[in-house]
């Protein structure tokens, strides 16, 4: 149980393309969608945290413009990087959980590779 | 702000040897701290630690949190090739339920 997908799990769009990344819950209801960044050889870091039917609550840092969040049900969040640049390649990574007390457990998602040329 | 310290950052052993990854936190209220595993894609989840001195055990891998000491440690017995990944080490606290602050991972190589 508590299985998550994500979709696409690479792709490779050109500079000013924008990308959207769907992540979803596939056996539970996640009230609570996290989705994070990493770079190559570092740690996760926590770009923003989505709750189903409310605007997502970015990290210091984050610009929500650029970075859009939309968690419309309970199975499904998508992050749109808009106008993509080089410096936006990433691995972007959700995860969900079932809120609450539980939120702190959470279930990744395999990933997002992003590489912008 | 929150902070997790994990060490080594890296590791290299063979197979057989015993391991011991370490992790430190300062955080406020702090709640919880998990241990992920990481392959060559996300996080996979290990163990959530929320009171001291209790053992949590998975076949080879245990692990236990220290509150009063603000640390935890990760230990791999009789390591195996498929141990190879990156140990991630996070915690939550302060009110806003499951923001996990990672701490920047121990790569471990195990060789046969």
């Known amino acids: 149980g508590a299985v998550v997908s994500q979709h696409p799990s690479r792709v490779i769009c050109k500079s000013g393309t924008s990308v959207k990344i769907e992540c979803r819950s596939l056996?539970?209801?996640?009230?609570?969608m996290f989705w994070y960044r990493q770079f190559p050889k570092q740690s996760l870091m926590l770009m923003a945290t989505?709750?189903?039917?409310?605007?997502?609550?970015?990290e210091q840092g984050v610009e929500k413009d650029k970075f859009l969040i939309n968690h419309a049900s309970l199975t499904l969040s998508t992050l749109t990087v808009t106008s993509a640049h080089p410096e936006d390649s990433s691995f972007y990574i959700c995860?969900?959980?079932?809120?609450?007390?539980?939120?702190?457990?959470?279930?990744f998602g395999p990933g997002t590779r992003l590489t912008v040329l | 702000e929150d902070k997790v310290v994990q060490s080594p950052l890296s590791l290299v052993v063979h197979e057989g040897d015993t391991v011991t990854l370490n992790c430190s936190y300062e955080?406020?209220?702090?709640?919880?701290l998990l241990w992920y595993k990481q392959e060559k894609k996300a996080p996979t989840f290990l163990f959530m630690l929320?009171?001291?001195?209790i053992e949590k055990k998975s076949g080879r891998l245990s692990s236990i949190l220290d509150k009063k000491e603000l640390f935890s440690i990760l230990n791999i017995t009789a390591t195996q090739t498929g141990d190879s990944a990156i140990y991630l080490c996070?915690?939550?606290?302060?009110?806003?339920?499951?923001?996990?602050?990672f701490g920047q991972g121990t790569i471990l190589t195990v060789h046969p």
């Open positions: 955080v406020t209220n702090f709640r919880s």
């Open positions: 996070a915690v939550t606290g302060g009110t806003s339920y499951g923001k996990l602050t």
């Open positions: 929320t009171s001291s001195g």
């Open positions: 056996d539970f209801q996640a009230t609570t």
């Open positions: 995860s969900a959980s079932f809120g609450g007390s539980l939120t702190d457990t959470q279930y």
């Open positions: 989505s709750n189903e039917g409310s605007k997502a609550t970015y």
